[in-house]
């Protein structure tokens, strides 16, 4: 048996590979910076669930770069399950189920947002600062946008589309409700879910717009940095991009007008690339 998972801003996704047999789950939770205690049970509890024999190898990609004690107590909880245990950033992951180790930009935009490009022996990463520093294009940076609009058109007594949005969403139609919602319980993933759900809601808003023009900026510093001349491969990933097929043209339309491009689409599931890569990994 092996065990791919990636771990994302707010959902847990796993594969569970048993010869040519693939089994795949997910489980969202209220995951932040601040709750790598409750996230972490979350993970022993699922897989101690799926994983019903030997466990061979597990990958594991996860949202951000983590830092070394956050990724020790993954691996920690992980290694009760599998002697080898890899874990990787998910743009790392991404990037790999796009390209291999092949050249290209990966644009990545779930909870949080980050770029990484590889050309040669050259690589850079542009943008995943975090939701405080940065993120913007991400869910979480979507969502607050549309709520400071949302909020403002309350305080002024209008019911404009953006109120509209967050009344139907929060079921509350008083500011210092949604307020004490948002921060009474876990920003982020509130506001990750808000971007989702105004994402699926407003189409072609402005905002959403402008979240996939900056974002394409980062892609375009990142291709300028890396000194691609001929036609770029891009590949993109993340909840933002699948839920939204106009973010996801906007953002190609903006690149397009400095560089030439081929889409380059994954070739595998995020938790089936974190198997891969933990297996050239081993072997080395």
Request: charged share 25%.
């Amino acid at each position: 048996m092996k065990i791919g998972m990636d771990i994302g801003g707010s959902t847990i996704r796993i594969a569970i590979v048993k010869g040519d047999r693939t089994l795949f789950h997910s489980k969202e939770y209220p995951a932040n910076i601040n709750s790598n205690r409750f996230v972490l049970e979350e993970i022993k509890e699922e897989i101690s669930k799926l994983a019903t024999e030997n466990v061979e190898i597990i990958g594991c990609a996860a949202a951000g770069g983590m830092e070394e004690l956050t990724k020790n107590l993954f691996k920690n909880i992980l290694s009760r399950f599998s002697k080898n245990v890899f874990i990787f950033p998910d743009v790392s992951v991404a990037y790999f189920a796009a390209f291999g180790h092949g050249n290209g930009i990966l644009a990545l935009s779930g909870t949080g947002s980050v770029v990484y490009g590889k050309n040669g022996v050259k690589e850079t990463v542009i943008g995943g600062l975090g939701y405080i520093l940065g993120d913007e294009g991400s869910g979480f940076w979507i969502g607050k946008e549309f709520l400071k609009n949302a909020l403002y058109e309350m305080q002024k007594g209008e019911k404009g589309t953006y109120a509209n949005l967050a009344e139907k969403y929060f079921l509350k139609d008083n500011v210092h409700a949604i307020i004490e919602k948002v921060y009474g319980e876990n920003p982020q993933f509130e506001l990750s879910k808000f971007g989702r759900f105004a994402i699926e809601n407003a189409g072609s808003d402005e905002i959403i717009k402008h979240g996939a023009e900056m974002l394409a900026e980062d892609a375009i510093t990142a291709a300028k940095v890396l000194n691609f001349r001929n036609k770029v491969p891009v590949s993109v990933s993340g909840g933002v991009f699948s839920h939204s097929e106009y973010f996801s043209n906007v953002f190609f339309n903006r690149f397009g007008k400095t560089f030439e491009y081929k889409i380059q689409e994954a070739n595998y599931p995020m938790e089936i690339a974190a198997i891969k890569l933990a297996e050239e990994k081993n072997a080395e």
